[in-house]
């Protein structure tokens, strides 16, 4: 009987071991894969060309760098911004943990953390403070976007060295914004009215957070396997 018992149980214990090889393939992943954002061209206040490199030291383990620099030569949305000497820079840290299903189709869940500097001059405009509409004959902008966020995503291989890599998730996003004007004193409601498009205007001073949804849509190119 114990004997019986043993051996059922030793045969359960091969059958798991066979069906998770089956379940969870040992992969031989691309060690290392340069990547680009082209969305990130859209952005329509900090437009950027954003390029990054995934470094993965075991087939589970991901860690990427990401870097992006002004670059805006579509001007889709700098209408009517106002703005000059602006200057910016984008950078993410990401560690990936891989559900590997075949050699095409890669699964994972990865956290990010994000920082965006950013500082511009404006000719004039105005802002809200407290209960108060402000207007200034001109102003330097410090303006800074930093959070974290967990997400999950999709490494697609397109080819032999081309990957589509998707991701979504959920984060805390954290903005704060200062102004140094001149000439500053209470708006007219006439003649001080805001002048930049709605899709790029200048916060108010002061710090905000909130829960942001985060999105990611990269091309990959392998440089080493």
């Known amino acids: 009987m114990m004997r019986s018992f043993f051996l059922l149980i030793t045969g359960l214990g091969l059958s798991g071991a066979a069906y998770a090889q089956v379940a969870a393939p040992q992969l031989h992943p691309d060690r290392l894969l340069l990547k680009t954002a082209p969305l990130t061209l859209f952005d329509p206040s900090t437009s950027a060309l954003m390029l990054g490199l995934e470094f993965r030291p075991v087939p589970r383990i991901g860690l990427e760098l990401d870097y992006g620099f002004r670059f805006s030569p579509l001007q889709l949305f700098y209408w009517n911004q106002n703005k000059d000497n602006i200057r910016y820079q984008k950078i993410k840290l990401e560690g990936r943990y891989y559900i590997p299903r075949s050699e095409r189709k890669q699964w994972y869940v990865a956290a990010e953390a994000f920082y965006v500097p950013q500082s511009y001059d404006l000719k004039s405009g105005t802002y809200e403070r407290g209960d108060e509409r402000r ?91």
Request: charged letters at 25%.
């Open 135 to 225: 207007a200034y004959d001109g102003a330097h902008i410090e303006r800074e976007v930093r959070g974290v966020a967990l997400k999950a995503g999709l490494m697609q291989r397109l080819g032999q060295r081309l990957w589509l890599d998707m991701a979504l998730g959920l984060g805390i996003r954290q903005r704060e914004v200062r102004y140094q004007t001149l000439n500053e004193r209470t708006a007219d409601p006439l003649f001080d009215a805001p002048n930049q498009n709605f899709l790029a205007a200048t916060p108010d001073p002061g710090r905000s957070t909130r829960i942001a949804p985060a999105a990611a849509l990269r091309i990959g190119y392998t440089l080493l396997r």
